[in-house]
């Protein structure tokens, strides 16, 4: 290995032999100065890996030594080491960048681990993560073997999800690759599990918690305990676009996170009513049947009464004297305009409000070649939303939210998405509805090893609007193409980020009740 060069600022340099030999020995070359002057002039004069710097040396001080360093060079490894610790001396170093802090004395050990933790933190983390994900590789794998009930498949994916998102910190290709191979199997895998178990669910036998369930289970509670709640909805996010959020509020809020699976088709007009109605779509359209209307292509109207729905929960659960206030958002104006309305609304229980931002995203980046290149991959579009999030009304809105008392603030998601990568050839009346990944009307007709088919929707939880009419939704990474312009659609929809089928992504999805710390 390449010996590591390391400059050592300090006015007691020649008290410091034996650090200094220790640290050769381990293979550093060092080179020792006695003020800050010499450190300037010895980094002109030749590159260094790391600077160890005394902040009360004579003359010019390390702190000002510092300051000259990041003039020279922003980006070397900077070890303070002082005898100083007053709280105001620590932030301006912090301030002016160095990469950790002693406080003296410090013995060569302590030297030596600051350096390989400036030096070698990333190889030596990558060495461990590759390791450790090999045999969670093993391990996971033989799990979703002996997966034969739905809490093992929210268990699988959570992990999956967490080293993703470890993977892409590592930038490794080849252990990214692999993971992705794993999350293609484990799909195939658990769209097979749903296809069997399904039906069994929706009857009663052993569910999970579904979307018809979210609010018993998530938000109700809190009402009858007297608590007011926020109640967020944001379209479309999946389990890891939720996770790259967390950062920016968990010094705000505690963090509860569970996992529930959206019901099929995994879609704003079946599973986000499901959400507030507390009801099965075959029950809303049974019970409401002015609320449940539109022909197949007229899905958006289905979603017209989301607040109707949701009183008539409250209602049910005997909380029809809450006071509630429901917003739906799609863009900049409308979220500002809640979270103006917020302040003067102390007298509401229930604050519920739908945020349509990754939904337009996932749909817009479909026609748009913008959107396509500023997010071509699952990680890509994972960034966008985080930026989106650190500089959005919404953020805001829970930093505000983080000051009242006796609040609680619940976010959700209706489903996920999942970017799609083979065709799948349907055929269909003209009166079938439009979407690529899941579809309903007369007399569907595609392959039943590419999709699920509902030649009853009933079973399902699903309303019938004729007797031939049945559902379909795909399954893995599927996409339905007709066989008119079937090679113009292939292309145009290949790699977009769709929803309404089977797959861990767009099933598997966060309820998370963040608590003001």
């Given amino acids: 290995m390449t010996t590591?060069?390391?400059?050592?600022?300090?006015?007691?340099?020649?008290?410091?032999r034996s650090h200094v030999l220790f640290l050769e020995k381990k293979g550093y070359e060092v080179v020792g100065v006695s003020n800050g002057d010499d450190a300037l002039t010895s980094i002109q004069n030749r590159r260094f890996d790391a600077i160890l710097l005394d902040e009360s040396m004579p003359g010019r001080g390390g702190l000002e030594t510092l300051e000259g360093i990041r003039e020279t060079d922003s980006f070397v490894p900077v070890i303070m080491i002082t005898k100083n610790e007053e709280e105001e001396v620590m932030d301006k170093a912090l301030g002016r960048r160095i990469t950790d802090y002693l406080v003296k004395p410090v013995n060569p050990t302590q030297i030596l681990m600051a350096l390989k933790k400036a030096l070698d933190e990333g190889r030596i983390l990558q060495k461990q993560v590759t390791q450790d994900y090999l045999q969670s590789f093993s391990d996971l794998a033989r799990r979703r073997m002996e997966a034969n009930h739905w809490q093992d498949?929210?268990?699988?994916?959570?992990?999956?999800?967490?080293?993703?998102?470890?993977?892409?910190?590592?930038?490794?290709?080849?252990?990214?690759?692999?993971?992705?191979?794993?999350?293609?199997?484990?799909?195939?895998?658990?769209?097979?599990?749903?296809?069997?178990?399904?039906?069994?669910?929706?009857?009663?036998?052993?569910?999970?918690?579904l979307s018809q369930d979210v609010m018993a289970r998530h938000v109700l509670p809190h009402l009858e305990q007297g608590k007011k709640v926020f109640f967020f909805l944001i379209d479309c996010m999946r389990l890891d676009q939720w996770r790259m959020l967390v950062p920016s509020i968990e010094s705000l809020y505690t963090v509860e996170e569970n996992l529930y699976l959206s019901i099929l088709p995994s879609a704003t007009p079946f599973s986000r009513n499901a959400i507030f109605s507390g009801?099965?779509?075959?029950?809303?359209?049974?019970?409401?049947?002015?609320?449940?209307?539109?022909?197949?292509?007229?899905?958006?109207?289905?979603?017209?009464?989301?607040?109707?729905?949701?009183?008539?929960?409250?209602?049910?659960?005997?909380?029809?004297?809450?006071?509630?206030?429901?917003?739906?958002?799609?863009?900049?104006?409308d979220m500002e305009n809640m979270r103006k309305q917020l302040p003067s609304l102390g007298d509401v229980d229930l604050v519920a409000g739908v945020v349509n931002f990754l939904d337009i995203l996932a749909h817009g980046r479909s026609h748009n070649e913008l959107l396509q290149e500023l997010a071509p991959d699952e990680t890509a579009f994972r960034s966008v939303m985080q930026s989106w999030f650190q500089h959005s009304t919404l953020l805001e809105i829970l930093r505000d939210l983080a000051t009242r008392e006796n609040a609680v603030v619940v976010v959700t998601t209706?489903?996920?998405?999942?970017?799609v990568k083979k065709a799948s050839l349907v055929k269909a009346n003209r009166d079938a509805s439009t979407n690529v990944r899941y579809k309903y009307g007369d007399n569907l007709n595609v392959d039943s090893k590419e999709a699920l088919v509902m030649k009853d929707p009933v079973p399902y939880g699903l309303p019938r609007a004729s007797p031939i009419e049945n559902y379909i939704c795909a399954k893995d990474y599927n996409y339905f193409v007709y066989p008119t312009n079937f090679h113009e659609y292939e292309r145009q929809y290949k790699d977009s980020f769709q929803h309404g089928g089977i797959s861990l992504e767009e099933l598997v999805v966060p309820c998370v009740t963040l608590t003001p710390r």
């Avoid at 590591?4 to 410091?16: G, H, K, P």
């Avoid at 799909?187 to 069994?200: A, C, D, L, P």
């Avoid at 209307?293 to 289905?302: H, L, N, P």
């Fill in 279 to 333: 009801l099965l779509p075959r029950d809303i359209a049974k019970k409401y049947p002015q609320w449940w209307r539109g022909s197949a292509r007229e899905e958006r109207s289905k979603n017209a009464h989301e607040k109707d729905l949701l009183h008539q929960q409250l209602k049910a659960a005997g909380l029809g004297k809450k006071k509630l206030k429901y917003f739906k958002t799609f863009n900049i104006s």
């Fill in 4 to 16: 590591r060069a390391i400059l050592w600022a300090d006015d007691q340099i020649e008290e410091l």
């Fill in 153 to 209: 498949w929210i268990d699988i994916y959570d992990r999956m999800v967490s080293w993703e998102l470890e993977l892409n910190r590592l930038e490794d290709p080849g252990l990214t690759e692999a993971h992705a191979d794993q999350v293609r199997d484990a799909n195939s895998e658990f769209s097979r599990f749903v296809e069997r178990n399904y039906v069994g669910w929706i009857a009663g036998d052993d569910p999970p918690v």
């Fill in 414 to 419: 209706d489903h996920g998405s999942i970017q």
